[in-house]
Each structure stands twice: as C-alpha cells, then as structure tokens.
C-alpha cells in the first residue's frame, strides 16, 4: 500500500488525476454491473419467496374453505396510494387555471366568469354588488 503514494508534481498532476479517475470509472462500471446481478438475485429470491407464500396462503384458504370459510387472498390495487399523494400536494386541486375577467379586473367565486358575462351591459363596466348577487357571485 506504501509504493503507490501519489505525490506527483503540478505537470504530472492531470495524469495522476486522470489516472485514478478511468479506474474509478471502471470500478463504478463494475459495481454497476454487480448492482445489476444483485438486483437480478433480489427479483429472484422475491419471486419465489412470494410464490412461495401465496402457495401456502392459497393452501390456507383452501383448508378455510373445507371448514366452511369463504376467504380469498388479494392483493390490493396500488391506486389509492396515487391518490393520496396527489390530495398531499395540492397540485390537482385546482382544476383549470383562474383567469380573470378583464373587465371586472376580479375574481369571482365559486367561479370566475369572463367578458361573455357582460355581453348584455350596454356599458361595459364591472358587476357590482346587486349583479353579482343576482348571478349568484362573490368577489374574490
Ligand atoms: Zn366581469
């Protein structure tokens, strides 16, 4: 371990740095490729593992079923888990972007509403009050 101690001088410094980078590549190479064959015997070991086990727990549910016990193994759709992550964070809650009425120069709840809303106003001039509540509007 003491005969390849890297002490090398400026000029020589790109190779030394060089050098030991390829074979930390290839060594990277390698653990990847080991990575790889790690996770093929995980797969593997999992496969027959639940197989295994699903053998067992049908064996089960077969004796459960002879005693007059109707059970099933099932597993579970994955769906929900989606579901709660995307109530988690919020992004899906606002369906369509608000856009605001450029007359108005507001929102609206519980909906916003555009220019087509005053199409019957002779003179184009935001709602007030009296108007939102007879569309049934809040200003927002
Ligand atoms: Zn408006």
């Known amino acids: ?7 090398a001088p400026a000029a020589k410094l790109t190779k030394a740095v060089f050098g030991p980078a390829a074979t930390v590549f290839e060594k990277l190479q390698k653990l990847d490729e080991a990575r790889a064959k790690l996770d093929e015997s995980r797969q593997d070991l999992l496969e027959s593992a639940k197989s295994e086990l699903l053998a067992r727990g049908q064996a089960v549910v077969a004796e459960l079923k002879t ?6 193994l099932i597993e ?3 769906k929900s888990h989606h579901k709660q992550e995307k109530g988690e964070s919020g992004i899906r809650e606002r369906a369509k972007p608000q856009v605001m009425c ?5 929102h609206t709840a ?6 087509r809303s005053h ?12 108007e939102l509540a007879r569309r049934g509007l809040t200003r927002i």
Do not use: E, W
């Open 119 to 130: 199409r019957n106003q002779v003179l184009k001039a935001p709602f007030d009050a009296a």
């Open 67 to 72: 005693l007059g016990f109707t059970y099933a």
């Open 1 to 7: 371990m003491v005969a390849k101690k890297p002490s």
């Open 102 to 106: 450029p007359i108005c120069k507001f």
């Open 76 to 78: 579970p759709a994955k």
């Open 110 to 115: 519980p909906q916003d509403h555009d220019r």
